[in-house]
């Protein structure tokens, strides 16, 4: 009777362990009865300043700070989980194993409240923020990582129709930042921008360098060779995809998409998710080989 009575109980605490661990090994965490990004507590920490005070943040909290810098607020909530298990892993990437990083190290844009409020409106605020903080206690401690380390998890606004192989722009290949076919971006307001510059600026422009898919290395411009960066940079180009066309009285330049084009396009992931697909499917199609990882400590 006994032993009947050790098994009986036995097995009542497994089917309560059994959610429990489920949580434990989906997000490396005890996830039960946690509503807000303010409770999570990693252990890695942000330090920046906030209205003339220097405050440090729990890396979860820091997210819903730098999220709303690269979205509109009405995006689909599987776009939202993949730009928070982005944007961590580049913080854990920066870290090196660090316990804390200085918000000047990470070169990330943090928005405040007002901030927020003014960039996507007050109607959109309330909505937007429930979207990202779920996508943030969602992927909690979620990280991208290629052979055991984290990744370099780039991402851009809007591809030409394809994302740019690392070889390819950079010149050295990066097995997880491929060329990958983002077709639905080129239905962006963004896909296509045009700049102009006027012939007593600039006498000269010729592209001199561009790779197989139309990304610019090198430009002759009024006899000075300059990259594609430094032209982007210099004349406020929205991509480094351009041509240039000649107009008699003013150069025009053509730019597709928006952004360097590397990993991720959050446009072509947003209408991905739209599809019904997951933030996880997103990620493997975007970074392919890579692996979702759990990075709570």
Not at 17 to 22: A, E, Q, R
Not at 66 to 76: K, N, T, V, Y
């Amino acid at each position: 009777m006994r032993e009947k009575l050790t098994i009986a109980f036995a097995v009542i605490i497994l089917m309560i362990m059994i959610p429990y661990l489920g949580t434990m090994a989906l997000t490396g965490t005890v996830g039960a009865g946690i509503t807000s990004i303010e409770e999570l507590d990693t252990g890695k920490t942000v330090s920046l300043e906030l209205d003339g005070q220097y405050v440090v943040l729990d890396v979860e909290a820091y997210l819903a700070g730098i999220l709303p810098a690269a979205m509109d607020g009405s995006e689909e909530p599987e776009t939202w989980k993949a730009l928070a298990v982005i944007e961590r892993t580049n913080i854990y990437k920066r870290m090196e194993g660090h316990g804390n990083i200085d918000q000047k190290d990470l070169g990330m844009t943090y928005l405040t409240e007002e901030e927020i409020r003014e960039l996507w409106g007050e109607r959109n605020y309330e909505p937007g923020m429930e979207l990202a903080e779920q996508a943030i206690l969602d992927t909690a401690g979620q990280t991208l990582k290629y052979d055991g380390e984290w990744i370099d998890a780039l991402y851009h606004r809007v591809s030409p129709g394809n994302t740019v192989s690392a070889e390819e722009l950079l010149g050295e290949a990066v097995p997880y930042l491929v060329s990958v076919a983002s077709s639905q971006d080129i239905q962006s307001k963004d896909y296509m921008n045009i700049s102009t510059l006027s012939k007593e600026e600039i006498q000269e422009l010729t592209i001199t360098e561009q790779t197989e898919h139309g990304y610019v290395r090198k430009v002759i411009c009024n006899g000075e060779e300059l990259t594609g960066e430094e032209m982007q940079e210099r004349y406020g180009l929205s991509s480094l995809n351009f041509y240039v066309e000649d107009m008699g009285e003013e150069y025009r330049i053509v730019c597709l998409g928006k952004g360097h084009g590397l990993g991720l396009s959050l446009y072509g992931a947003n209408e991905l998710a739209g599809q019904k697909k997951t933030y996880e499917a997103i990620l493997q199609y975007y970074y392919p080989g890579t692996q979702l990882d759990s990075e709570w400590k």
